[in-house]
């Protein structure tokens, strides 16, 4: 690709990320200044008259700019300002969450400084407000956006893995990707490097997909397109994913790359295990109202235990009894064999699709945080039975157990429930080899969010387990093969 056509993908680029930049400015200068006409005209009256009076022009502008700040963050986090990038539903839904979080949040700062619980009716009037703007300008704003920046054409390069699965991954998201051409990595990489070019001369394709090839084709196709300035979509493998977490040292001439024999630092375990106690303790008494609602409710649909105990796994393969509210019959393992729950599965009562909805069944685990069993966030843990299923198809699989299980964690958080076991072992990964406490807490605060929204809550498909066991089978005899 000569220079010409580097320097105008690159204004190209730059001039979409200013698109995406302003549409975001201005949804959330829109919600900023409806905070600043009520803060001007209704929020003050609620504050003592000796603060009042000190709140001369720079006051106002840096409790606007405060909010600015806080509203600002949570969008970002929430991926309220991914324009262009989530689907539109997500994008509102997120927005206003975040619009939510930052407005409890400056709530609670104003009736702080008000000594008193602050005006919540204008506060309740504000929030209508923000979110039909909100709902809006989003939708205005993201099909404008989408006009002008029409799906990305993607050449996809794979190997001997079906590409259905990739295939459909990208249709779901349409309105941004399109696959136009798949090549299989056996034409070569010679000549797929001259595929790729022409195509990209075209105007036929403008980024590339790797998908299931061997390090080697990989590698080499990956040089030839950073060097030709074509952008690449990598689906990461297991090493890949630990790689990220590894630690580089200047010991030498030569940069080397660390990867720890432990996961986490004793200091980090002492500041988990202490927002563990702490928070578990603060939401037993703050759901305490819900549980017993709920033990209610189970006890009087049919008279069967309130509580179901089931064997799960955590750091270091060790066992113990999860708890949680009973949301399926009695009989629903009657055969002694473990199953997953599954979408629209008959085993579910009345009363736990809704527990199970909005997470209600999960509470009695916060007695597991508390006792030391889970943390907060960790992988999900998972049955023994289950472990070795997926240990012979998968033998990576155990790796997720470096850590403490936990409540919620970074595969609940940015994958589905029905997620492939392949690759929420990749983002459970990501998780241990890049942890931070500031991790675990954005971790808490996104969890928030996907109580909500109803993907999350999916059941597991029957074929997934089925298909990994084909697709590894598959691997399998090609790299003996290849041996041969």
């Not at 779901?172 to 490097?193: F, L, N």
Request: net charge positive; with cysteine; charged share 25%.
């Amino acid at each position: 690709m000569n220079d010409t056509s580097e320097n105008k993908l690159q204004r190209m680029e730059s001039f979409k990320r200013l698109i995406n930049l302003a549409l975001t400015a201005g949804c959330l200068g829109l919600e900023i200044a409806i905070f600043a006409y009520n803060w001007l005209h209704h929020f003050q009256f609620s504050l003592v008259e000796d603060l009042r009076n000190v709140f001369w022009f720079k006051g106002h502008v840096l409790e606007i700019a405060i909010y600015g700040v806080i509203l600002f963050s949570f969008s970002n986090m929430y991926g309220g300002m991914r324009l262009g990038y989530l689907k539109n539903a997500e994008i509102v839904f997120s927005q206003i969450f975040a619009t939510f979080m930052a407005n409890v949040l400056i709530y609670a700062e104003l009736s702080v400084m008000a000594f008193q619980l602050f005006t919540p009716e204008v506060f309740i009037l504000m929030m209508i407000e923000q979110f039909f703007v909100v709902l809006l300008y989003i939708n205005i704003a993201n099909r404008f956006y989408r006009s002008i920046f029409p799906p990305r054409k993607l050449l996809l390069v794979h190997g001997d893995r079906p590409i259905q699965d990739i295939c459909s991954k990208f249709e779901s998201r349409k309105d941004k990707y399109r696959v136009t051409r798949c090549i299989h990595v056996e034409a070569g990489v010679p000549v797929i490097c001259r595929e790729i070019m022409e195509d990209c001369r075209a105007g036929r394709c403008n980024a590339v997909v790797l998908w299931d090839i061997s390090v080697g084709d990989r590698n080499l196709l990956l040089k030839f397109c950073y060097a030709n300035s074509i952008r690449v979509y990598l689906m990461p493998k297991i090493t890949d994913v630990i790689l990220m977490g590894a630690e580089e040292l200047h010991v030498f001439d030569t940069p080397i790359m660390l990867t720890r024999e432990y996961s986490l630092t004793m200091e980090q375990r002492f500041l988990k295990r202490t927002i563990d106690i702490v928070c578990s303790l603060l939401l037993l008494v703050l759901a305490s109202p819900f549980m017993v609602a709920t033990a209610i409710a189970i006890k009087l649909y049919d008279g069967g235990p309130v509580l179901y105990k089931q064997v799960r796994c955590t750091i270091n393969q060790k066992q113990f009894y999860i708890l949680k509210f009973r949301s399926m019959r009695t009989d629903a393992e009657k055969d002694g064999v473990a199953r997953l729950a599954q979408k629209n599965d008959s085993r579910i009562t009345p009363i736990g699709k809704f527990i199970r909805k909005c997470r209600i069944d999960e509470l009695p685990q916060l007695f597991n945080i508390l006792k030391g069993d889970m943390s907060f966030i960790g992988p999900r843990p998972e049955r023994p039975e289950i472990i070795a299923q997926y240990q012979e198809i998968m033998p990576e699989f155990c790796y997720r157990m470096k850590v403490k299980a936990g409540l919620a964690g970074f595969a609940q958080v940015y994958g589905k429930y029905n997620t492939s076991p392949y690759d929420k072992l990749k983002l459970d990964l990501t998780y241990i080899e890049n942890y931070s406490l500031w991790m675990d807490l954005k971790l808490m605060l996104l969890t928030l969010k996907i109580l909500l929204w109803p993907d999350s809550t999916e059941g597991v498909e029957t074929e997934q387990i089925t298909a990994l066991r084909e697709e590894q089978k598959k691997n399998r005899d090609v790299q003996k093969t290849l041996e041969e």
